[in-house]
Protein backbone atom coordinates (compact mmCIF):
# COMPACT_ATOMS: atom_id res chain seq x y z
CA UNK A 1 0.00 0.00 0.00
CA UNK A 2 3.33 2.31 0.37
CA UNK A 3 3.05 2.25 -3.50
CA UNK A 4 -0.52 4.33 -3.70
CA UNK A 5 -1.08 5.12 0.35
CA UNK A 6 -4.09 7.97 -1.54
CA UNK A 7 -6.40 4.81 -2.41
CA UNK A 8 -5.72 3.81 1.08
CA UNK A 9 -6.84 7.09 2.50
CA UNK A 10 -9.63 6.90 0.16
CA UNK A 11 -11.42 3.74 1.09
CA UNK A 12 -11.28 4.04 4.63
CA UNK A 13 -12.81 6.99 5.08
CA UNK A 14 -15.47 6.22 2.77
CA UNK A 15 -16.00 3.28 4.99
CA UNK A 16 -16.47 5.65 7.85
CA UNK A 17 -18.48 7.78 6.03
CA UNK A 18 -20.65 4.97 5.23
CA UNK A 19 -20.88 3.81 8.86
CA UNK A 20 -22.36 7.49 9.84
CA UNK A 21 -24.62 7.55 6.90
CA UNK A 22 -26.20 4.44 7.57
CA UNK A 23 -26.27 4.12 11.55
CA UNK A 24 -26.48 7.76 12.34
CA UNK A 25 -30.11 8.07 13.77
CA UNK A 26 -31.30 5.10 12.39
CA UNK A 27 -33.00 2.04 13.81
CA UNK A 28 -30.36 -0.67 13.61
CA UNK A 29 -31.60 -3.53 10.60
CA UNK A 30 -30.07 -3.87 7.28
CA UNK A 31 -27.84 -1.16 7.50
CA UNK A 32 -25.29 -3.59 9.73
CA UNK A 33 -25.42 -6.44 7.03
CA UNK A 34 -24.65 -3.89 4.47
CA UNK A 35 -21.87 -2.51 6.32
CA UNK A 36 -19.91 -5.55 7.08
CA UNK A 37 -20.07 -6.31 3.17
CA UNK A 38 -18.73 -2.88 2.27
CA UNK A 39 -15.92 -3.59 5.03
CA UNK A 40 -15.50 -6.81 3.66
CA UNK A 41 -15.41 -5.72 -0.02
CA UNK A 42 -13.18 -2.63 0.97
CA UNK A 43 -10.76 -4.86 2.64
CA UNK A 44 -10.51 -7.38 -0.37
CA UNK A 45 -10.33 -4.17 -3.00
CA UNK A 46 -6.92 -2.77 -1.08
CA UNK A 47 -5.65 -6.39 -0.29
CA UNK A 48 -6.46 -8.30 -3.47
CA UNK A 49 -7.02 -5.74 -6.02
CA UNK A 50 -4.28 -2.93 -5.50
CA UNK A 51 -1.50 -4.92 -3.05
CA UNK A 52 -2.27 -8.40 -5.23
CA UNK A 53 -1.97 -9.95 -1.62
CA UNK A 54 -4.21 -13.23 -1.39
CA UNK A 55 -5.98 -14.76 1.34
CA UNK A 56 -4.90 -17.76 2.62
CA UNK A 57 -7.93 -20.68 1.56
CA UNK A 58 -8.55 -21.31 5.50
CA UNK A 59 -8.75 -17.78 5.86
CA UNK A 60 -12.02 -17.69 3.22
CA UNK A 61 -14.15 -20.01 5.23
CA UNK A 62 -14.76 -17.29 8.09
CA UNK A 63 -16.88 -15.66 5.23
CA UNK A 64 -19.44 -18.08 5.13
CA UNK A 65 -20.05 -17.95 8.80
CA UNK A 66 -19.69 -14.21 8.52
CA UNK A 67 -22.35 -13.40 6.30
CA UNK A 68 -24.74 -16.22 7.97
CA UNK A 69 -24.36 -14.29 10.95
CA UNK A 70 -24.58 -10.79 9.21
CA UNK A 71 -28.14 -11.98 7.52
CA UNK A 72 -29.29 -13.15 10.78
CA UNK A 73 -29.08 -9.77 12.39
CA UNK A 74 -31.69 -7.88 10.12
CA UNK A 75 -33.96 -11.36 9.63
CA UNK A 76 -34.47 -12.45 13.49
CA UNK A 77 -35.46 -9.71 16.16
CA UNK A 78 -35.08 -12.05 19.56
CA UNK A 79 -32.47 -10.14 21.94
CA UNK A 80 -30.30 -13.19 22.39
CA UNK A 81 -30.42 -13.94 18.97
CA UNK A 82 -29.69 -10.87 17.58
CA UNK A 83 -26.85 -10.05 20.16
CA UNK A 84 -24.79 -13.16 19.46
CA UNK A 85 -24.89 -12.40 15.36
CA UNK A 86 -23.87 -9.16 15.80
CA UNK A 87 -21.05 -10.32 18.55
CA UNK A 88 -19.89 -13.30 16.32
CA UNK A 89 -19.98 -11.41 13.41
CA UNK A 90 -17.54 -9.09 14.53
CA UNK A 91 -15.41 -11.43 16.31
CA UNK A 92 -15.14 -13.40 13.52
CA UNK A 93 -14.13 -10.52 10.90
CA UNK A 94 -12.06 -9.73 13.73
CA UNK A 95 -10.66 -13.45 13.20
CA UNK A 96 -10.53 -13.34 9.76
CA UNK A 97 -7.86 -9.84 10.04
CA UNK A 98 -5.14 -11.64 12.02
CA UNK A 99 -5.58 -14.71 10.08
CA UNK A 100 -5.59 -13.30 6.60
CA UNK A 101 -2.25 -14.10 5.27
CA UNK A 102 -1.65 -17.62 7.79
CA UNK A 103 -5.01 -18.92 7.35
CA UNK A 104 -4.15 -21.08 10.33
CA UNK A 105 -7.20 -20.42 12.98
CA UNK A 106 -8.07 -23.87 12.61
CA UNK A 107 -4.94 -24.49 14.61
CA UNK A 108 -4.83 -22.01 17.03
CA UNK A 109 -4.45 -22.49 20.76
CA UNK A 110 -6.55 -20.40 23.84
CA UNK A 111 -3.15 -18.14 23.77
CA UNK A 112 -2.87 -18.07 19.86
CA UNK A 113 -6.20 -16.38 20.08
CA UNK A 114 -5.30 -13.68 23.31
CA UNK A 115 -1.66 -13.16 21.26
CA UNK A 116 -3.88 -12.28 17.92
CA UNK A 117 -6.51 -10.19 18.79
CA UNK A 118 -4.20 -7.93 21.19
CA UNK A 119 -1.52 -7.70 18.54
CA UNK A 120 -4.44 -6.33 16.02
CA UNK A 121 -5.97 -3.93 19.14
CA UNK A 122 -2.19 -2.82 19.20
CA UNK A 123 -1.66 -2.11 15.22
CA UNK A 124 -5.02 -0.46 15.10
CA UNK A 125 -3.42 2.19 17.06
CA UNK A 126 0.12 2.25 15.81
CA UNK A 127 -0.09 0.89 12.51
CA UNK A 128 -1.51 4.04 10.80
CA UNK A 129 1.48 6.07 12.35
CA UNK A 130 4.07 4.28 11.28
CA UNK A 131 3.05 3.76 8.28
CA UNK A 132 2.35 7.39 7.32
CA UNK A 133 6.29 7.60 8.63
CA UNK A 134 7.51 5.36 6.34
CA UNK A 135 5.83 6.30 3.36
CA UNK A 136 7.27 9.62 3.47
CA UNK A 137 10.90 8.24 4.46
CA UNK A 138 10.65 6.35 1.19
CA UNK A 139 9.66 9.27 -0.54
CA UNK A 140 12.50 11.01 0.92
CA UNK A 141 15.26 8.18 0.45
CA UNK A 142 14.51 7.70 -3.12
CA UNK A 143 14.72 11.39 -4.64
CA UNK A 144 11.20 11.53 -5.62
CA UNK A 145 10.08 15.13 -5.99
CA UNK A 146 7.30 16.28 -2.64
CA UNK A 147 3.79 15.92 -4.10
CA UNK A 148 1.33 18.68 -3.08
CA UNK A 149 -1.70 17.38 -1.30
CA UNK A 150 -4.97 19.41 0.35
CA UNK A 151 -3.84 16.59 3.54
CA UNK A 152 -2.03 18.05 5.55
CA UNK A 153 -4.49 21.10 4.88
CA UNK A 154 -7.67 18.88 5.15
CA UNK A 155 -5.78 17.27 8.85
CA UNK A 156 -5.08 20.70 9.80
CA UNK A 157 -8.85 22.30 9.81
CA UNK A 158 -10.25 18.58 11.14
CA UNK A 159 -7.78 18.85 14.24
CA UNK A 160 -8.54 22.38 14.39
CA UNK A 161 -11.97 22.63 14.55
CA UNK A 162 -12.88 20.80 17.70
CA UNK A 163 -10.57 22.29 19.44
CA UNK A 164 -11.65 25.92 18.18
CA UNK A 165 -15.03 24.88 19.30
CA UNK A 166 -14.21 23.88 22.98
CA UNK A 167 -12.48 27.12 23.62
CA UNK A 168 -15.18 28.75 21.68
CA UNK A 169 -17.79 27.15 23.86
CA UNK A 170 -15.88 28.14 26.79
CA UNK A 171 -15.01 32.19 25.97
CA UNK A 172 -18.99 32.03 25.26
CA UNK A 173 -19.53 31.00 28.49
CA UNK A 174 -16.99 33.76 30.49
CA UNK A 175 -17.91 36.99 28.54
CA UNK A 176 -22.05 37.53 27.18
CA UNK A 177 -21.07 40.18 24.33
CA UNK A 178 -18.80 37.46 22.81
CA UNK A 179 -21.52 34.73 22.98
CA UNK A 180 -24.12 37.04 21.18
CA UNK A 181 -21.49 37.70 18.60
CA UNK A 182 -20.12 33.84 18.35
CA UNK A 183 -24.63 33.12 17.79
CA UNK A 184 -24.63 36.06 15.26
CA UNK A 185 -21.47 34.41 13.55
CA UNK A 186 -23.00 30.93 13.38
CA UNK A 187 -26.53 32.17 12.51
CA UNK A 188 -24.71 33.82 9.17
CA UNK A 189 -22.69 30.74 8.24
CA UNK A 190 -26.26 28.81 8.60
CA UNK A 191 -24.73 25.89 11.09
CA UNK A 192 -27.98 25.26 13.15
CA UNK A 193 -26.04 21.68 14.60
CA UNK A 194 -21.95 22.55 14.26
CA UNK A 195 -21.62 20.82 17.45
CA UNK A 196 -23.42 17.77 15.99
CA UNK A 197 -21.76 17.94 12.80
CA UNK A 198 -18.30 18.57 14.66
CA UNK A 199 -18.92 15.33 16.63
CA UNK A 200 -19.77 12.93 13.34
CA UNK A 201 -16.68 14.24 11.63
CA UNK A 202 -14.60 13.22 14.73
CA UNK A 203 -15.60 9.86 14.49
CA UNK A 204 -15.67 9.49 11.14
CA UNK A 205 -12.16 10.06 11.26
CA UNK A 206 -11.14 8.15 14.49
CA UNK A 207 -13.28 5.51 12.60
CA UNK A 208 -11.16 5.79 9.66
CA UNK A 209 -7.83 5.89 11.50
CA UNK A 210 -9.12 2.41 13.12
CA UNK A 211 -9.73 0.65 10.12
CA UNK A 212 -6.24 1.63 8.54
CA UNK A 213 -4.97 -0.18 11.37
CA UNK A 214 -7.08 -3.23 10.52
CA UNK A 215 -6.39 -3.49 7.06
CA UNK A 216 -2.92 -2.78 7.56
CA UNK A 217 -2.79 -5.68 9.88
CA UNK A 218 -4.10 -7.70 7.64
CA UNK A 219 -1.67 -6.88 4.55
CA UNK A 220 1.49 -7.27 6.82
CA UNK A 221 1.00 -9.07 10.13
CA UNK A 222 -1.64 -11.50 9.59
CA UNK A 223 1.10 -14.57 8.69
CA UNK A 224 0.78 -17.09 11.24
CA UNK A 225 4.37 -17.99 10.72
CA UNK A 226 4.87 -19.32 14.15
CA UNK A 227 1.60 -20.29 16.78
CA UNK A 228 2.18 -20.18 20.52
CA UNK A 229 0.31 -23.51 21.00
CA UNK A 230 3.08 -25.36 18.59
CA UNK A 231 6.27 -24.16 20.76
CA UNK A 232 6.69 -24.84 24.05
CA UNK A 233 3.45 -23.82 26.66
CA UNK A 234 3.82 -20.47 28.09
CA UNK A 235 3.28 -22.56 31.56
CA UNK A 236 5.32 -25.57 32.16
CA UNK A 237 3.77 -28.37 33.37
CA UNK A 238 4.30 -28.20 37.30
CA UNK A 239 2.03 -30.58 39.24
CA UNK A 240 3.42 -33.75 40.00
CA UNK A 241 1.33 -36.77 38.12
CA UNK A 242 0.24 -38.21 41.83
CA UNK A 243 -1.12 -35.25 42.50
CA UNK A 244 -3.44 -35.09 39.41
CA UNK A 245 -4.25 -38.49 39.77
CA UNK A 246 -5.77 -38.01 43.44
CA UNK A 247 -7.60 -34.73 42.18
CA UNK A 248 -9.10 -36.18 38.96
CA UNK A 249 -9.54 -40.15 41.67
CA UNK A 250 -11.38 -37.95 43.69
CA UNK A 251 -13.80 -36.36 41.84
CA UNK A 252 -14.54 -39.42 40.08
CA UNK A 253 -15.56 -41.42 42.69
CA UNK A 254 -17.25 -38.21 44.31
CA UNK A 255 -19.54 -37.86 40.91
CA UNK A 256 -19.82 -41.94 41.06
CA UNK A 257 -21.13 -41.95 44.51
CA UNK A 258 -23.62 -39.11 43.57
CA UNK A 259 -25.22 -40.71 40.52
CA UNK A 260 -25.27 -43.80 42.34
CA UNK A 261 -27.34 -42.47 44.87
CA UNK A 262 -29.65 -40.01 43.01
CA UNK A 263 -30.17 -42.75 40.43
CA UNK A 264 -34.02 -43.75 41.01
CA UNK A 265 -34.41 -39.51 40.54
CA UNK A 266 -32.56 -39.16 37.15
CA UNK A 267 -34.75 -41.04 35.07
CA UNK A 268 -38.12 -41.29 37.29
CA UNK A 269 -39.70 -38.86 35.58
CA UNK A 270 -42.62 -38.25 37.20
CA UNK A 271 -43.03 -40.68 38.64
CA UNK A 272 -40.27 -39.61 41.55
CA UNK A 273 -41.68 -35.87 41.50
CA UNK A 274 -43.18 -36.67 44.58
CA UNK A 275 -41.21 -38.72 46.69
CA UNK A 276 -40.16 -36.22 49.87
CA UNK A 277 -42.94 -34.04 48.81
CA UNK A 278 -41.29 -32.98 46.07
CA UNK A 279 -43.68 -30.93 43.67
CA UNK A 280 -43.11 -29.85 39.69
CA UNK A 281 -41.58 -26.76 40.49
CA UNK A 282 -39.34 -28.08 43.11
CA UNK A 283 -38.34 -31.31 41.38
CA UNK A 284 -37.51 -29.61 38.08
CA UNK A 285 -35.84 -26.74 39.07
CA UNK A 286 -33.65 -27.91 42.24
CA UNK A 287 -30.38 -28.09 41.44
CA UNK A 288 -30.64 -27.86 38.20
CA UNK A 289 -28.35 -25.10 37.55
CA UNK A 290 -26.21 -26.52 40.05
CA UNK A 291 -25.61 -29.65 37.77
CA UNK A 292 -25.02 -27.48 34.64
CA UNK A 293 -21.89 -25.37 36.80
CA UNK A 294 -20.62 -29.06 38.04
CA UNK A 295 -20.13 -29.97 33.90
CA UNK A 296 -19.01 -26.55 33.10
CA UNK A 297 -16.30 -26.38 35.97
CA UNK A 298 -15.38 -30.23 35.43
CA UNK A 299 -14.49 -29.10 32.18
CA UNK A 300 -12.35 -26.17 33.73
CA UNK A 301 -10.94 -29.14 35.62
CA UNK A 302 -9.61 -31.21 33.11
CA UNK A 303 -8.46 -28.61 30.48
CA UNK A 304 -6.49 -27.00 33.56
CA UNK A 305 -5.26 -30.50 34.74
CA UNK A 306 -3.89 -31.31 31.24
CA UNK A 307 -1.88 -28.37 31.10
CA UNK A 308 -0.69 -28.43 34.94
CA UNK A 309 -0.02 -32.01 34.84
CA UNK A 310 3.07 -33.95 34.14
CA UNK A 311 2.82 -37.49 32.35
CA UNK A 312 6.00 -39.18 31.59
CA UNK A 313 5.15 -42.34 30.29
CA UNK A 314 2.07 -43.55 28.17
CA UNK A 315 0.85 -45.31 31.15
CA UNK A 316 0.55 -41.99 33.57
CA UNK A 317 -1.03 -40.81 29.97
CA UNK A 318 -3.47 -43.24 29.80
CA UNK A 319 -4.28 -43.42 33.04
CA UNK A 320 -4.78 -39.51 33.39
CA UNK A 321 -6.87 -40.12 29.96
CA UNK A 322 -8.95 -43.09 31.62
CA UNK A 323 -9.80 -40.73 34.91
CA UNK A 324 -10.83 -37.87 32.37
CA UNK A 325 -13.12 -40.32 30.60
CA UNK A 326 -14.26 -41.28 34.57
CA UNK A 327 -15.35 -37.47 35.05
CA UNK A 328 -16.63 -36.69 31.67
CA UNK A 329 -18.96 -39.52 31.67
CA UNK A 330 -20.46 -39.51 34.84
CA UNK A 331 -21.10 -35.49 33.68
CA UNK A 332 -22.77 -36.77 30.68
CA UNK A 333 -24.90 -38.64 33.35
CA UNK A 334 -25.85 -35.69 35.48
CA UNK A 335 -26.48 -33.30 32.01
CA UNK A 336 -29.08 -36.18 31.30
CA UNK A 337 -30.42 -35.70 34.48
CA UNK A 338 -30.60 -32.03 34.68
CA UNK A 339 -31.83 -31.81 30.80
CA UNK A 340 -34.76 -34.41 32.14
CA UNK A 341 -35.74 -32.26 34.60
CA UNK A 342 -35.79 -29.01 32.24
CA UNK A 343 -38.01 -31.14 29.71
CA UNK A 344 -40.74 -31.90 33.02
CA UNK A 345 -40.36 -28.29 33.87
CA UNK A 346 -41.37 -26.92 30.27
CA UNK A 347 -43.81 -29.97 30.36
CA UNK A 348 -45.77 -28.14 33.35
CA UNK A 349 -45.07 -24.80 32.61
CA UNK A 350 -44.26 -24.36 29.24
CA UNK A 351 -41.07 -23.06 27.36
CA UNK A 352 -39.27 -19.64 28.09
CA UNK A 353 -36.48 -17.62 26.22
CA UNK A 354 -34.46 -18.55 28.71
CA UNK A 355 -35.36 -22.07 29.05
CA UNK A 356 -35.46 -22.65 25.59
CA UNK A 357 -31.42 -20.88 25.36
CA UNK A 358 -30.66 -23.22 28.45
CA UNK A 359 -31.87 -26.04 26.48
CA UNK A 360 -29.88 -25.33 22.99
CA UNK A 361 -26.93 -24.60 25.61
CA UNK A 362 -26.78 -28.14 27.23
CA UNK A 363 -26.70 -29.96 24.22
CA UNK A 364 -23.48 -28.07 23.08
CA UNK A 365 -21.90 -28.37 26.10
CA UNK A 366 -22.52 -32.17 26.00
CA UNK A 367 -20.88 -31.97 22.42
CA UNK A 368 -17.63 -29.80 23.89
CA UNK A 369 -17.38 -32.43 26.85
CA UNK A 370 -16.82 -35.24 24.69
CA UNK A 371 -14.61 -33.60 22.29
CA UNK A 372 -12.58 -32.78 24.98
CA UNK A 373 -12.15 -36.36 25.96
CA UNK A 374 -11.64 -37.31 22.41
CA UNK A 375 -8.56 -34.37 21.88
CA UNK A 376 -6.99 -35.41 25.47
CA UNK A 377 -6.73 -39.29 24.33
CA UNK A 378 -5.56 -38.45 21.32
CA UNK A 379 -3.04 -35.93 22.27
CA UNK A 380 -4.51 -32.63 20.54
CA UNK A 381 -5.48 -30.77 23.29
CA UNK A 382 -4.48 -27.42 21.63
CA UNK A 383 -7.20 -28.04 19.56
CA UNK A 384 -9.54 -27.42 22.72
CA UNK A 385 -9.59 -23.83 20.91
CA UNK A 386 -11.19 -24.88 17.93
CA UNK A 387 -13.34 -27.24 19.66
CA UNK A 388 -14.73 -24.40 21.85
CA UNK A 389 -15.40 -21.86 18.38
CA UNK A 390 -16.91 -24.46 16.62
CA UNK A 391 -19.37 -25.42 20.04
CA UNK A 392 -19.80 -21.50 20.11
CA UNK A 393 -20.45 -20.99 16.39
CA UNK A 394 -22.78 -24.08 16.78
CA UNK A 395 -24.75 -22.27 19.69
CA UNK A 396 -25.35 -19.07 18.63
CA UNK A 397 -26.53 -20.64 14.82
CA UNK A 398 -28.67 -22.57 16.30
CA UNK A 399 -30.88 -20.09 17.93
CA UNK A 400 -31.86 -18.03 14.82
CA UNK A 401 -32.38 -21.99 13.16
CA UNK A 402 -34.48 -22.88 16.18
CA UNK A 403 -36.17 -19.01 15.66
CA UNK A 404 -36.59 -19.08 19.91
CA UNK A 405 -39.93 -16.86 19.76
CA UNK A 406 -41.69 -18.53 17.36
CA UNK A 407 -40.48 -21.97 19.30
CA UNK A 408 -41.93 -20.88 22.50
CA UNK A 409 -45.71 -19.48 21.04
CA UNK A 410 -46.16 -23.11 18.86
CA UNK A 411 -45.22 -24.96 21.58
CA UNK A 412 -46.72 -22.96 24.57
CA UNK A 413 -49.80 -22.98 22.39
CA UNK A 414 -49.61 -26.54 21.56
CA UNK A 415 -48.90 -27.54 25.00
CA UNK A 416 -52.56 -25.23 26.14
CA UNK A 417 -54.28 -27.29 23.34
CA UNK A 418 -53.67 -30.79 24.72
CA UNK A 419 -54.36 -29.44 27.85
CA UNK A 420 -50.90 -29.93 29.62
CA UNK A 421 -51.86 -27.88 32.70
CA UNK A 422 -49.20 -27.49 36.07
CA UNK A 423 -50.04 -30.51 38.17
CA UNK A 424 -48.62 -27.97 40.92
CA UNK A 425 -51.50 -27.61 43.52
CA UNK A 426 -50.25 -24.34 44.28
CA UNK A 427 -51.41 -22.92 40.53
CA UNK A 428 -54.26 -25.77 39.55
CA UNK A 429 -56.72 -24.39 41.50
CA UNK A 430 -56.40 -20.95 39.73
CA UNK A 431 -55.26 -22.04 35.95
CA UNK A 432 -58.20 -22.17 33.61
CA UNK A 433 -57.47 -24.99 30.87
CA UNK A 434 -58.76 -22.90 27.94
CA UNK A 435 -56.24 -20.25 28.99
CA UNK A 436 -52.94 -19.39 28.14
CA UNK A 437 -49.92 -16.71 29.65
CA UNK A 438 -50.22 -14.53 27.39
CA UNK A 439 -48.68 -12.19 29.47
CA UNK A 440 -45.94 -13.50 28.64
CA UNK A 441 -46.33 -13.42 24.28
CA UNK A 442 -46.76 -9.81 24.72
CA UNK A 443 -43.41 -9.48 26.24
CA UNK A 444 -41.45 -11.72 22.82
CA UNK A 445 -40.07 -10.27 19.89
CA UNK A 446 -41.85 -9.90 16.93
CA UNK A 447 -40.41 -13.21 15.90
CA UNK A 448 -43.14 -14.17 17.71
CA UNK A 449 -45.96 -13.02 15.56
CA UNK A 450 -46.35 -15.19 12.69
CA UNK A 451 -47.27 -18.61 14.19
CA UNK A 452 -49.22 -16.28 16.94
CA UNK A 453 -51.50 -15.30 14.18
CA UNK A 454 -51.26 -18.42 12.30
CA UNK A 455 -52.66 -20.39 15.63
CA UNK A 456 -55.31 -17.07 15.99
CA UNK A 457 -56.77 -18.48 12.64
CA UNK A 458 -56.76 -21.82 12.63
CA UNK A 459 -59.70 -23.53 12.43
CA UNK A 460 -59.11 -26.24 15.04
CA UNK A 461 -58.22 -23.92 17.36
CA UNK A 462 -60.83 -23.91 20.38
CA UNK A 463 -62.95 -20.77 20.78
CA UNK A 464 -61.37 -20.20 24.34
CA UNK A 465 -57.56 -20.24 23.43
CA UNK A 466 -58.52 -18.03 20.00
CA UNK A 467 -59.72 -15.88 22.36
CA UNK A 468 -56.73 -15.16 24.55
CA UNK A 469 -54.81 -15.38 21.32
CA UNK A 470 -56.87 -12.63 20.45
CA UNK A 471 -56.32 -10.75 23.37
CA UNK A 472 -52.79 -11.49 23.36
CA UNK A 473 -52.52 -9.79 19.42
CA UNK A 474 -54.92 -7.10 20.55
CA UNK A 475 -52.04 -5.97 23.52
CA UNK A 476 -49.32 -6.08 20.77
CA UNK A 477 -51.01 -4.05 18.80
CA UNK A 478 -51.82 -1.23 21.55
CA UNK A 479 -48.09 -1.36 22.37
CA UNK A 480 -46.95 -1.22 19.25
CA UNK A 481 -45.07 1.64 17.83
CA UNK A 482 -47.05 4.07 15.73
CA UNK A 483 -45.01 4.38 13.31
CA UNK A 484 -41.72 2.02 12.20
CA UNK A 485 -38.70 3.88 11.02
CA UNK A 486 -39.33 3.26 7.08
CA UNK A 487 -35.79 4.18 5.61
CA UNK A 488 -34.06 1.21 3.84
CA UNK A 489 -31.42 1.64 6.06
CA UNK A 490 -33.35 0.44 9.09
CA UNK A 491 -35.43 -2.25 7.45
CA UNK A 492 -35.40 -5.70 9.31
CA UNK A 493 -37.80 -8.59 8.05
CA UNK A 494 -39.45 -9.34 11.65
CA UNK A 495 -40.20 -6.05 12.51
CA UNK A 496 -41.47 -5.37 8.83
CA UNK A 497 -43.49 -7.86 8.63
CA UNK A 498 -45.37 -7.37 12.45
CA UNK A 499 -46.12 -4.27 10.87
CA UNK A 500 -48.02 -5.89 7.92
CA UNK A 501 -49.28 -8.44 10.32
CA UNK A 502 -50.72 -6.50 12.84
CA UNK A 503 -52.06 -4.00 10.07
CA UNK A 504 -53.76 -7.15 8.20
CA UNK A 505 -55.15 -8.08 11.51
CA UNK A 506 -56.61 -5.48 12.43
CA UNK A 507 -60.70 -6.45 11.04
CA UNK A 508 -60.12 -9.33 12.96
CA UNK A 509 -59.84 -8.24 16.09
CA UNK A 510 -62.54 -5.68 16.33
CA UNK A 511 -64.29 -7.54 18.89
CA UNK A 512 -61.18 -6.32 21.74
CA UNK A 513 -61.46 -3.70 23.19
CA UNK A 514 -58.57 -1.79 25.46
CA UNK A 515 -59.03 -0.34 28.76
CA UNK A 516 -57.09 1.95 30.40
CA UNK A 517 -57.62 3.34 33.78
CA UNK A 518 -57.05 7.22 34.15
CA UNK A 519 -53.98 6.86 36.69
CA UNK A 520 -53.09 3.43 35.94
CA UNK A 521 -49.50 2.56 33.93
CA UNK A 522 -50.92 -0.37 32.12
CA UNK A 523 -54.06 -1.15 29.68
CA UNK A 524 -56.02 -4.30 29.80
CA UNK A 525 -57.90 -5.56 27.25
CA UNK A 526 -61.82 -6.98 27.00
CA UNK A 527 -62.63 -10.05 25.09
CA UNK A 528 -65.18 -11.22 22.86
CA UNK A 529 -66.18 -13.97 25.37
CA UNK A 530 -66.33 -11.45 28.14
CA UNK A 531 -62.42 -12.05 29.53
CA UNK A 532 -60.39 -9.42 30.49
CA UNK A 533 -56.31 -9.61 29.96
CA UNK A 534 -53.74 -7.27 31.41
CA UNK A 535 -51.78 -6.17 28.85
CA UNK A 536 -48.69 -6.49 31.00
CA UNK A 537 -45.43 -8.52 29.94
CA UNK A 538 -44.38 -10.94 32.49
CA UNK A 539 -40.63 -12.50 32.38
CA UNK A 540 -40.33 -16.54 32.89
CA UNK A 541 -37.03 -17.85 34.26
Not at 103 to 120: Q, T
Not at 137 to 148: I, N
Not at 275 to 293: H, K, P, Q
Not at 375 to 395: D, K, N
Request: hydrophobic share 50%; glycine share 6%; aromatic share 12%.
Amino acid sequence: MKSNPNRLWIVVIALSWLFDFLFWKRTPGVNFAVYVVLCLAGGLYLLLGVEKTKPARGALWLLIPILFFAAVTFVRAEPMTSFLAHAMTLFLMGLLAITYLGGRWIWYGLWDYVAGFVKLGGNMLVKPLTFSADVRRERAESGAPARRSAWPVIRGLVIALPVVAVFASLLASADAVFQARLEDFLDLLNIDNLGEYIFRLSYILVGAYLLTGVFLHAATASKDEKLISEGKPIVSPFLGYIESVIVLGSVTLLFLLFVVIQFQYFFGGQANIHIDGYTYSEYARRGFGELVAVAFFSLALILGLGGAARRESDSQRRTFSGLSIGVVALVLVMLVSAYRRLVLYETAYGFSELRAYTHVFMIWLGLLLVATVVLEILRRERMFALAALVASIGFAATLPILNVDAFIVRHNVQRALDGNLASDQSRADSVDADQLDISYFIQLSPDALPPLVAAFRADDTPASVRDALGAALACIRYRADEQPDMDWRSYHVSRWNETRLLEEIRPELEGYFIHKKKDAWFASVATPLGRDYNCLATFMD
